[in-house]
């Protein structure tokens, strides 16, 4: 990203996190990508010593907290990296999920007037009490218990003043960071952080708009209708927008408040089934599902009732997907490494010249798997290992995928906290059973069979009308074939070098015979003309072979 391109408002904030950045010990990353030019401001700070540069903390834990300080639309970012398993190690997956938001609460009377002005009246027309000590603090929203003037009792979430402003901000300069270091650097373009960045952008974009999450939290509510055991808060819709959300106070006891979890009396072998059952049903049958089902978004109720809380992010899967994930699964119960490797590489939409070598590390990982009993199993470790697997290829998923191992992981930790013995296997089995059972049931292979035979026929129906078509742009010149050939005119760049050394080489080789030919005739007397080209051959030659040797060593040094 050059200097010259960044606006002095973009600059300055360059300027900040760099700052940032630098203290927390990433100097050397920033050299690497070339921003360290572009804030030369900060250049007291790049030469710090290590000792000021919190050296002593593990590098994940210095990620963390260098992104708290950067301020909510890297919080953001962060959490989004939390979900991607497929692009960093374990360690730093760990320290990324406790980026909870945890940040300084704004006084009450900040908020009024954004309230205000998305109620379009004055407060005490609407709440008969609002309690001005808020329940909790986001870096975009902080929520408060209040009372409507019907008496229901409700938690109003109010959108940070300023919030939206300050992350468009950012996420212009993101997005310029990534094109940047998107031409410059092969290793960072295999990550596409364009596509990163947008996946984020669209995230957060999400997450801005508390009426979005008004809606995701219904469609959930209307997913359970039939299920009393499952719910999640009423939206008030009168007083809801893209700037606050009022929902129904749940008098219950948070997931993440454990011993208030242990005195309740709860079964808590029978909640973690129900939550597991709960969330697999979300992916699987409804294919739209709480992203992120740790225990700070649900509560207990009586009965071992479960209440969903905070929408913000949700995922959700198309059937294609939701039937590749089965064929997955079932091809590592079946010891199909072949099939596994096939749908790992069309996730990454990668082509199949590393599939032999991802196979093999496919197959090792099924052995690892089959004969251990599903109570010993570890779905987040064996999670894990399958990621590890993709990194060290460079393959990645897209988004509703690493939602879905993200909500996975959330879920058995979830379980496993509240019944040591939870077991995640056999759980999901039915499930998946449930779903090979349907995509071969004779209404789907009907409807699949109808779909192919009208798809054949209107290629055979149009068949005449495409020929026709393409006749009359071949009878007008219009007609062009393109032949796209990756690399094509790299490895044409190298051939013709090393055709050119060839003949250079056999040149070099001509002269030095053809000299040595000439010089041979020692006991005859040389006309002085022969001598001389002689000896210029001999020069020549040398000349020659030395750059012969310096190209080849440069051509091999840029491969």
Avoid at 18 to 25: D, E, P, V
Avoid at 112 to 127: C, D, K, M, N, S
Avoid at 293 to 305: E, Q, W
């Amino acid at each position: 990203m050059p200097a010259s391109t960044a606006s002095p408002s973009e600059f300055r904030r360059l300027t900040e996190l760099s700052t940032i950045l630098i203290r927390y010990g990433f100097g050397d990353f920033l050299r690497y990508a070339g921003v360290d030019q572009i804030v030369e401001k900060a250049g007291e700070v790049l030469h710090r010593s290590d000792s000021e540069r919190l050296m002593d903390v593990p590098a994940p834990e210095r990620m963390r907290r260098a992104l708290e300080e950067m301020g909510p639309t890297f919080v953001k970012l962060g959490q989004i990296l939390s979900t991607r398993v497929d692009l960093l190690p374990p360690d730093y997956i760990r320290e990324l999920e406790k980026l909870r938001d945890r940040v300084p609460t704004l006084p009450f009377d900040k908020l009024v007037t954004e309230i205000e002005a998305e109620l379009g009246r004055p407060l005490r027309e609407v709440f008969a009490e609002i309690d001005t000590v808020p329940l909790a603090a986001g870096s975009v929203a902080q929520t408060h218990r209040a009372c409507l003037a019907s008496g229901d009792e409700v938690v109003v979430k109010i959108r940070r003043p300023g919030i939206r402003r300050m992350i468009e901000a950012d996420l212009r300069l993101l997005r310029r960071l990534a094109r940047f270091a998107t031409r410059r650097f092969e290793d960072v373009a295999r990550l596409r952080p364009e596509a990163i960045l947008q996946e984020f952008a669209n995230s957060i974009h999400t997450e801005l708009d508390f009426a979005i999450e008004g809606r995701n939290s219904e469609t959930i509510a209307r997913n359970f209708a039939d299920d009393p055991a499952i719910s999640t808060p009423k939206v008030y819709w009168d007083y809801t927008s893209e700037r606050m959300n009022v929902q129904a106070f749940i008098d219950g006891v948070a997931g993440s408040d454990r011993e208030a979890v242990d005195a309740g009396g709860f079964d808590k072998r029978r909640i973690a089934r129900r939550g597991a059952e709960a969330v697999l049903k979300m992916m699987f049958e409804d294919r739209f599902f709480h992203a992120d089902p740790h225990p700070g978004n649900v509560f207990y109720l009586p009965d071992d009732r479960l209440v969903f809380i905070d929408f913000g992010m949700v995922g959700q899967l198309s059937r294609q997907r939701r039937d590749e994930m089965v064929d997955l699964l079932h091809g590592m119960v079946e010891r199909r490494a072949d099939k596994v490797t096939e749908i790992l590489l069309t996730w990454a939409d990668a082509d199949d010249r590393r599939n032999l070598a991802l196979e093999g590390r496919i197959d090792a990982f099924i052995d690892r798997v089959h004969g251990v009993a599903l109570d010993r199993l570890d779905i987040a470790s064996l999670t894990r290992d399958l990621f590890a697997a993709m990194r060290d290829h460079n393959l990645s998923l897209p988004s509703d995928l690493t939602l879905m191992a993200k909500a996975f992981a959330s879920l058995d930790g979830m379980g496993r906290q509240l019944d040591p013995d939870f077991d995640m296997v056999a759980v999901a089995e039915p499930f998946l059973q449930r779903q090979m059972l349907r995509r071969y049931a004779p209404d789907r292979v009907l409807r699949k069979a109808r779909d192919g035979a009208a798809e054949g026929l209107d290629l055979v129906t149009g068949l005449p009308r495409d020929l026709k078509k393409l006749l009359q742009m071949a009878q007008r010149g219009q007609l062009n074939l393109g032949i796209d050939i990756v690399r094509m005119e790299h490895y044409l760049d190298r051939f013709e070098r090393s055709i050119t050394r060839v003949s250079m080489a056999i040149v070099i080789a001509a002269l030095i015979v053809g000299s040595s030919m000439v010089m041979s005739f020692s006991g005859a007397k040389l006309p002085v003309g022969l001598s001389v080209f002689a000896m210029l051959g001999f020069a020549a030659s040398v000349v020659g072979g030395f750059w012969l040797i310096y190209t080849t060593w440069r051509g091999n040094g840029r491969r």
